[in-house]
């Protein structure tokens, strides 16, 4: 009786039981035990699915009943009679997911997708299959392709023969200036690559990629970020290695400081990557390509430490988890990035900019202090492009003085 793991009074077990769910409320609590769920996290979230239960109940509605629209309609019903907590909607729609495990209710119908929907659907899957871009990089583009489509298409399909240059060039002048020059080249990429899907799929014959601004910008204006190697003791001090969290983090933070790894490079990193007789990791980089670095004892031994007393159990075979149930691995890079500014905050680092990539920048630039050359840290960040590593010449101060020019009429 895995509900009993939550609860022992009988009376509270028997009234659990209530309703059309009650026979599958163990099944709900092995699922919850089986994520690792503590005590007070199982009990509320069983609570709110036996009260679910008793109010189907009192709708005289079964089993059958039971799908996306009757959990909304439940909700609704909890914000105005009772205390809704931020948990409520997860626990109610991992007792969907439970249910159609074993079959007890119906299989997830989706909804029709709007005219717009339909639209963004058949872009993606363009992206996907013809450009061979990831998912990650697809995502990215999504809200300036709805804003142009609410803008622009809002008839749908038969809004495309009415596209002109001129709407896509008011656009891109309406819209350049609302983020940051990269996010408005970003946008423009995403518009051409949106008017070149257009005539791919036959729907307009003009080709309006062309009609697509660039927006300028500059990529050696500025200086890159960095941290100092007391700064980056600090922050590694700022973890608490005697709790599981802690021993986590140290462990991203040095696969950051050391290594020089992306953000989505640790969260895809598996169990399967790390070779501890060879001491080299496997990483999956940008646009699918992996490489294999070495792994310093001090990042080995960080990652030996957290996978034998920190990482909790479950059946992911990711080598970094979520602390809170369910101990999955991270969904996307968001969760390291977190990580990183979260301990740079502890730390009191004051940066301009705080996330993964300071540590990358302050890896190249101990490299270039260090002797090493350009080339040489470009295969350490693994660029594919040498331009990508220039910007990192700015950082010799001493060896861009000797290419000063003396000023005329001596120094003042």
């Not at 003009?206 to 050696?220: E, H, N, Y």
């Not at 490079?265 to 399967?272: G, N, P, R």
Request: hydrophobic share 40%; net charge positive; with cysteine.
């Amino acid at each position: 009786m895995t509900t009993a793991a939550y609860f022992r009074c009988p009376k509270v077990l028997r009234r659990l039981r209530l309703g059309p769910l009650g026979a599958h409320i163990d099944l709900y609590a092995a699922r919850l035990l089986k994520e690792g769920h503590s005590y007070q996290s199982g009990a509320r979230c069983t609570r709110v699915v036996a009260d679910f239960s008793v109010w189907l109940e009192r709708k005289r509605l079964g089993l059958d009943d039971v799908d996306e629209r009757t959990v909304e309609q439940y909700q609704r019903f909890r914000a105005r009679h009772r205390c809704p907590f931020m948990t409520d909607r997860p626990a109610l729609y991992r007792l969907l997911a439970v249910l159609r495990e074993v079959e007890a209710i119906a299989p997830y119908v989706p909804p029709v997708p709007t005219m717009l929907e339909q639209i963004e659907r058949d872009f993606t899957r363009f992206l996907s299959k013809e450009r061979g871009l990831a998912r990650v990089t697809i995502i990215r583009h999504l809200p300036p392709l709805r804003r142009f489509l609410h803008e622009h298409c809002a008839g749908g399909r038969a809004s495309f023969q009415k596209l002109t240059r001129a709407d896509i060039t008011r656009f891109i002048e309406r819209h350049a200036h609302d983020q940051s020059p990269r996010s408005a080249r970003s946008m423009c990429w995403t518009i051409r690559a949106f008017a070149r899907y257009l005539v791919y799929a036959g729907h307009i014959t003009a080709d309006l990629a062309s009609s697509v601004q660039t927006v300028r910008s500059w990529r050696f204006t500025t200086l890159p970020g960095y941290l100092s190697a007391v700064q980056v003791r600090r922050v590694l001090d700022s973890c608490d290695r005697r709790s599981t969290v802690g021993k986590r983090d140290y462990a991203v933070l040095l696969l950051l400081a050391r290594l020089g790894l992306r953000a989505n490079e640790i969260a895809t990193i598996s169990l399967d990557d790390i070779n501890w007789q060879a001491s080299y990791l496997t990483v999956r980089g940008k646009g699918r390509r992996r490489a294999t670095l070495p792994l310093p004892a001090e990042v080995g031994n960080a990652l030996v430490d957290y996978l034998q007393h920190g990482r909790p159990r479950s059946e992911s075979r990711r080598v970094f988890l979520r602390h809170l149930p369910p101990h999955i691995g991270f969904l996307s890079s968001s969760g390291i990035s977190m990580i990183a500014v979260s301990a740079l905050t502890r730390a009191a680092v004051d940066v301009p900019r705080k996330g993964t990539h300071l540590f990358r920048h302050t890896l190249a630039t101990q490299l270039l202090r260090a002797g090493a050359s350009l080339t040489q840290i470009g295969q350490v960040l693994r660029h594919q492009d040498h331009d990508t590593t220039r910007i990192y010449a700015k950082v010799d101060i001493k060896a861009l003085r000797t290419l000063g020019l003396p000023w005329p009429g001596g120094v003042r």
